[in-house]
């Protein structure tokens, strides 16, 4: 079996920037309600697919706002965009699919959590983390677990990530850490870029791995000693900056392997929030119903 693990975060924001707007039987906002509605009902209709579930940041801030003051917040989120989490929560259970709606931690911690809890389960061929988000890739393992793009249809495994990063997965937060993340709200290390932090932690991997003085490096990379001078100024922020960076897999994930199992759609709450969000013709293209 194929363990499918979806951001219903990335899923919420493209839909919304993504699909026509649209409104429900109340006057609000649902347009990025239903392009959920869509995409989750392709991927129940795809074939393979057989166990399901979907994290989604049910609060924006975690507990690494707590450790940065710089960390992304939920300003600067369109209300109407905020105001649909709940019912594409909903949605979702509806849809009977295991839902995370994650308050402490992130949509990505719960992720994380899930692809190390299930790759080596018995039974389990591969667990596919359904987003594009590059803070995801550092759960890749071989091709165990992967990263699946599904708007352009790309399948990133290990090599894949060696390929775009120039690291491995394990480096992955090492790496956002030196470069910065913007749309998480942090800088990274001033005067690095991605080439260069490709080339020193292709070779020593972890920061710590790193020698204090850039003539022990050996490693050729241009500016090194406006890079090792950078870098020993700021170890401390490349340190806090690489913990925001880093998945947690400890989130609180009451499931068991066999509750991921999708076993249909609940019509009755189904029904209704589509009748909510005007969306009436989910009915002829749901693959499977739960016994009433």
């Not at 219903?8 to 006057?27: I, K, S, W």
Request: contains cysteine; negative net charge.
């Amino acid at each position: 079996m194929k363990v499918h693990l979806v951001d219903g975060t990335y899923e919420l924001f493209r839909a919304h920037y993504g699909a026509p707007p649209a409104v429900g039987a109340d006057g609000a906002a649902a347009g990025a309600t239903r392009g959920l509605l869509h995409t989750l009902l392709a991927l129940l209709a795809s074939p393979g697919v057989t166990h399901v579930a979907c994290a989604f940041d049910h609060v924006i801030e975690s507990f690494r706002n707590d450790l940065y003051e710089g960390y992304k917040t939920s300003e600067g989120v369109p209300p109407e965009l905020l105001a649909q989490f709940p019912v594409a929560e909903r949605l979702t259970h509806a849809l009977g699919i295991v839902v995370w709606p994650m308050v402490e931690m992130e949509a990505d911690d719960a992720l994380a959590t899930a692809a190390a809890r299930w790759a080596e389960a018995d039974g389990v061929e591969q667990v596919v983390i359904c987003s594009p988000d590059k803070d995801l890739a550092q759960c890749v393992r071989g091709t165990r677990v992967v990263c699946l793009d599904r708007r352009q249809r790309k399948l990133m495994d290990e090599a894949g990530v060696r390929e775009k990063f120039g690291v491995l997965p394990a480096s992955l937060p090492d790496w956002l850490a030196l470069v910065g993340d913007s749309a998480d709200g942090y800088p990274g290390v001033p005067r690095w870029g991605a080439k260069s932090a490709s080339t020193v932690l292709a070779r020593y991997a972890r920061l710590e791995g790193i020698p204090e003085y850039e003539r022990e490096w050996d490693v050729a990379v241009r500016g090194a000693a406006a890079l090792g001078a950078s870098l020993r100024a700021h170890r401390t922020e490349a340190a806090l900056f690489r913990r925001l960076a880093t998945l947690r897999t400890d989130a609180e994930l009451p499931e068991s392997l066999e509750d991921l199992r999708w076993c249909g759609a609940r019509r009755d709450e189904l029904q209704e929030i589509c009748r909510w969000i005007g969306e009436m013709e989910v009915a002829s293209r749901m693959p499977a119903w739960r016994p009433s």
